[in-house]
């Protein structure tokens, strides 16, 4: 379904996996990610680390069964007791872990607008570099619709039918909700991070490495 839905979603993949990597410092803290669902990034990251047990992995997720998921896929990779998969909202809590790097892949945009500040200073305070990957919004009225339009276009492409793309679009309404690259890049200076570079881009979607 990711890949059906997410532009050039093996490109963002490897190069989240590749800026991880090479962040990565087990002095330093765990690798974070902050809203992990299945563990697909922290899998990835793990893969190219050839699972040393010298690093530590941490994955945050807020619903049961992807939780679930994340803890079973893990429990049956060798080594895995440097994983930790914990349960927790990230608009009440956040992991307790110096962190190397933090990983936050489609996660910001589902938290509530007047959490995401808090949880963005809580990434830059716990260390290390924040890679970010959002949908976004255009700049304007005009640029979000050309966008939006392209990205449809993708998807219809990719097998998708349009009552279901109108199905997804409305399961989405009020839950998902995007802000413009702009807007992310400024909760990323305001939380402290002083080295914000965009990464990837592809129409309304982007991703941030950002480094104390």
Request: charge should be positive; charged fraction near 25%.
């Given at each position: 379904m990711l890949?059906?839905?997410?532009?050039?979603y093996?490109?963002?993949r490897?190069?989240?996996?590749?800026?991880?990597?090479?962040?990565?410092?087990?002095?330093?803290?765990?690798?974070?990610?902050l809203?992990?669902?299945?563990?697909?990034?922290?899998y990835?990251v793990?893969?190219?680390?050839?699972?040393?047990?010298?690093?530590?992995?941490?994955?945050?997720?807020?619903?049961i069964?992807?939780?679930?998921?994340?803890?079973?896929?893990?429990?049956g990779v060798?080594?895995?007791?440097?994983?930790d998969?914990?349960?927790?909202?990230?608009?009440?809590?956040?992991?307790?872990?110096?962190?190397?790097?933090?990983?936050?892949?489609?996660?910001?945009?589902?938290?509530?607008?007047?959490?995401?500040?808090?949880?963005?200073?809580?990434?830059?305070?716990?260390?290390g570099?924040?890679?970010?990957?959002?949908?976004?919004l255009?700049?304007?009225?005009?640029?979000?619709?050309?966008?939006?339009?392209?990205y449809?276009?993708?998807?219809?492409?990719?097998?998708?039918?349009r009552?279901?793309?109108?199905?997804?679009?409305?399961?989405?309404?009020?839950?998902?909700?995007?802000?413009?690259?702009r807007?992310?890049?400024?909760?990323?200076?305001?939380?402290?991070?002083?080295?914000?570079?965009?990464?990837?881009?592809?129409?309304?979607f982007?991703?941030?490495?950002?480094?104390?």
């Amino acid at each position: 379904m990711l890949a059906r839905s997410i532009p050039q979603y093996d490109v963002m993949r490897d190069a989240v996996t590749a800026l991880a990597v090479r962040y990565a410092d087990p002095r330093r803290g765990a690798i974070v990610d902050l809203g992990c669902s299945r563990g697909e990034a922290l899998y990835r990251v793990m893969s190219r680390l050839a699972f040393a047990r010298r690093y530590r992995y941490v994955g945050v997720e807020a619903s049961i069964p992807m939780f679930r998921a994340a803890r079973q896929r893990f429990a049956g990779v060798s080594r895995a007791d440097n994983v930790d998969v914990l349960n927790l909202d990230l608009r009440t809590d956040y992991p307790a872990h110096p962190a190397s790097v933090t990983m936050a892949i489609l996660t910001l945009q589902f938290i509530p607008i007047e959490h995401r500040q808090r949880v963005v200073r809580r990434a830059y305070e716990a260390g290390g570099a924040f890679i970010v990957v959002e949908k976004v919004l255009g700049s304007t009225a005009e640029l979000d619709e050309t966008m939006v339009d392209e990205y449809l276009k993708l998807k219809a492409r990719n097998g998708y039918g349009r009552e279901e793309i109108e199905r997804k679009k409305m399961s989405l309404e009020g839950v998902l909700v995007p802000v413009t690259a702009r807007w992310n890049e400024e909760m990323l200076r305001a939380a402290g991070f002083n080295q914000i570079e965009c990464f990837w881009r592809w129409m309304n979607f982007a991703g941030w490495v950002a480094v104390k």
